[in-house]
């Protein structure tokens, strides 16, 4: 089941019930369809014999006993509801990072060959991640630097279509 499904399947909505001195019980309800109504078909339908035959206080638990037998089949649907919320969120983040590749590659399409002021973040498997600080993008990069370290990089490829994004780390001349 879906995020969605069960936000849809589950039925949020206050009620009331009281118990009143002459043995009566007064409920109040937002929608015509309550929790309720498993306890009023079987007073309807004079299956409530005990319902019938005892007290109010009876039935105040009754109808407290439909509150809750619902209250845990909301909470049967909700078991999976994390599992669910992650695999949304790691969806959205794939697409934002989509997005933002797409920006990256669109932005830099017509500068092939520029060189830009990057910091090395990290070390990835087939080279280096680096972000460039103006215009701010993170991509990948192939040479030799160190995290954190200050390079040029210059622009090998940037194809919108493919969402991509390279830089080549230009070799600082040996002081």
């Known amino acids: 089941m879906t995020h969605g499904e069960i936000a849809n399947s589950i039925d949020i909505q206050h009620f009331s019930l009281v118990l009143l001195p002459g043995n009566r019980v007064l409920t109040f309800s937002e929608s015509p369809a309550t929790p309720f109504d498993p306890v009023v078909h079987r007073i309807k339908t004079n299956i409530g014999g005990r ?9 105040t638990w009754a109808l ?5 037998d619902n209250y845990l089949s909301v909470l049967d649907q909700l078991d999976d509801l994390p ?9 959205a983040a794939s697409v ?3 997005v933002i590749d797409l920006l990256e590659a669109a932005e830099l ?5 520029a060189e ?5 973040l990290s070390h990835a498997r087939d080279g280096l991640r680096v972000q460039v600080t103006d215009p701010p993008v993170i991509a990948d990069a192939i040479g030799e630097a160190n995290d954190g370290d200050t390079v040029r990089v210059r622009l090998s490829d940037a194809d919108p279509m493919k969402r991509l994004t390279r830089f080549k780390v230009v070799p600082q001349p040996a002081d």
């Not at 599992?83 to 790691?90: E, G, P, V």
């Open 51 to 59: 319902i019938r035959k005892h007290k109010a206080d009876y039935l």
């Open 64 to 68: 407290i006993d439909a509150v809750v």
């Open 83 to 91: 599992q669910i919320l992650n695999d949304a969120n790691r969806r």
């Open 96 to 98: 934002d990072r989509a």
């Open 109 to 113: 399409a017509s500068q092939i060959g």
């Open 116 to 120: 830009f002021s990057a910091v090395v």
